[in-house]
């Protein structure tokens, strides 16, 4: 009897770590029920990135705030509706770009393997080819994410980090990620590529502590050359700024150079050189190669795209990327 009862535990307990394994991600997750869904992804990005390579900081970034919200779900992706106001809507999101981009694969997808594969998983396998098409670091990306029902304004106010982030913000909000310290250095390296709207920094060049002073974290060569060129007004909210001035297209290293002259145009990017233990790490990758930072990038960015996935039965395959199945 009692040795009964302890095999029935120990079955149900190899049922649950079966279950649980498989609701794990996994390399090449359609390759049964829709062999060709990476390729569509691939060739939809390579056909079209070229057209607007700036598209690739927009879905790289895209991939970053759906994984940071409720998980790498696509509920980024999803409309506001009459009673509920999205993420998409929420003001760190203001600037997104790129989701028509995926509203296309999808429909690419749809063609060919209706229901199969979700919008989280073309997020993150176009963020990837984006990077990689446009001559940045590759990654690998498991599959087999499903899609989220909701969509909050409020999550993602709470926790996407703010470019006025200090340190112990952006390592909270990266812990929730289950990202780490090195994850934080290596994945804000992102900022090698990109612009910026003014509106997400003026702040340290005219009114820091509102006094009409200026964030002394910053060069101020390079605040009298933004104040001076790009951003001429506190209320500038259109011009855009190059985050890596002068290899804006360009993924290298120079991001983590200009951290250490004070030119990082975040107060986020300020932070990390606040701490001994991410300032050391920007050294570290200062000194190794560029083949180096690829490789810890890439394995800093498999490990944002499992952060908090939905796997197995949970959620839902949208149809379309901006709304829950009906
Ligand atoms: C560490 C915390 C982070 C903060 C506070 C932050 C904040 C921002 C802000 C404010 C912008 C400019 C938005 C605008 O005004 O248009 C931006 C752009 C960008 N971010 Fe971040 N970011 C962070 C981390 C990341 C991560 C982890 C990635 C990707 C792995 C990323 C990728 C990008 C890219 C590529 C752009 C340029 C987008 C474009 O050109 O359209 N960021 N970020
Ligand atoms: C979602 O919103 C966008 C932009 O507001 C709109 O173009 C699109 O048609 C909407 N999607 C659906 C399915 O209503
Ligand atoms: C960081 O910012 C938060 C609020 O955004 C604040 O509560 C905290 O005191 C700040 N931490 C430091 C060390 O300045
Ligand atoms: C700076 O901010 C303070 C407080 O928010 C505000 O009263 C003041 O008008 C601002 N000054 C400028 C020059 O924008
Ligand atoms: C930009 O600023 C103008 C004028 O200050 C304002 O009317 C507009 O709503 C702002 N746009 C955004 C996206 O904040
Ligand atoms: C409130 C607001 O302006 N939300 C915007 C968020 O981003 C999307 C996509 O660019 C815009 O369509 C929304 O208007």
């Known amino acids: 009897m009692g040795s009964t009862r302890f095999s029935g535990i120990l079955v149900s307990c190899l049922l649950v770590i079966i279950g649980l ?5 996994q390399l090449g997750f359609y390759a049964k029920n829709c062999p060709n869904a990476e390729k569509i992804v691939k060739d939809y990005v390579e056909e079209h990135i070229h057209n607007s390579p700036s598209l690739a900081a927009a879905l790289i970034r895209l991939h970053f705030h ?13 409309n506001s509706t009459s009673s509920n106001q999205a993420e998409k ?3 760190p999101n203001l600037t997104l770009r790129g989701f028509d981009f995926i509203d296309r694969i999808k429909s690419r997808l749809e063609a060919q393997c209706p229901g199969i594969v979700s919008c989280a998983d073309t997020i993150a396998l176009a963020a990837r080819d984006s990077i990689v098409a446009t001559g940045g670091p590759t990654w690998k990306v498991p599959t087999g994410r499903r899609d989220g029902v909701i969509a909050r304004r409020a999550d993602a106010l709470a926790n996407i980090p703010p470019p006025t982030s200090n340190f112990s913000n952006l390592q909270r909000t990266f812990a929730n990620a289950g990202l780490d310290l090195k994850d934080l250095v290596l994945l804000s390296g992102a900022h090698t590529i990109g612009v910026s709207h003014c509106s997400s920094f003026s702040n340290r060049l005219y009114n820091f502590t509102g006094v ?14 933004l104040k001076a060129n790009k951003c001429k007004t506190p209320t500038d909210n259109t011009t855009i700024v190059e985050m890596d001035p002068g290899s804006v297209r360009t993924f290298d290293l120079s991001y983590y150079t200009l951290l250490l002259k004070r030119r990082g145009l975040f107060q986020s990017d300020a932070a990390l050189t606040t701490s001994s233990t991410t300032y050391n790490y920007i050294h570290q990758l200062l000194k190794g190669s560029l083949q180096n930072f690829y490789d810890e990038f890439g394995k800093s960015m498999e490990k944002m795209g499992r952060a908090n996935v939905k796997t197995g039965s949970a959620g839902e395959i949208r149809k379309q990327c901006s709304v829950v199945n009906s």
Not at 21 to 25: D, I, V
Not at 67 to 76: E, K, L, N, P
Not at 217 to 225: D, K, R, V
């Open 212 to 225: 009409g002073d200026q964030d002394p974290a910053l060069n101020t060569q390079y605040a009298a050359n």
């Open 21 to 25: 394994s498989e609701a794990q991600l």
């Open 66 to 78: 759906d994984c940071f919200v409720r998980g790498c779900d696509a509920s980024i992706l999803l």
């Open 89 to 91: 809507d929420a003001p």
